[in-house]
């Protein structure tokens, strides 16, 4: 069995998946959540923070030290 592997184009990928986040905690129709991540879905969560932290009470990240958002995403920072 071969294991997965990250997208080729992580960075724009990661985008697409907080977008979606937003989307889905939106029809919860809660003011702030709690949003936890673990690998990958660590750098997700740590995006959908810096992308509204008023919509957030927590967020707590498992097994992937943090990395600035320029580290994670090059030059495509939007």
Known sequence: MRRPR???TF???N???V???VAL???SRQEQVFV???DWGAIVA???AFSG???LKRCVNLSVPFLPRKQVCGEQTP
Do not use: M, Q, S
């Open 25 to 27: 905690i939106g029809l």
């Open 6 to 8: 990250a997208p080729a």
């Open 11 to 13: 960075p724009l990928f």
């Open 53 to 55: 932290p008023d919509r």
């Open 19 to 21: 977008g979606d986040l």
């Open 46 to 48: 740590w995006n959908y």
């Open 36 to 38: 936890v991540g673990h």
């Open 15 to 17: 985008f697409h998946l």
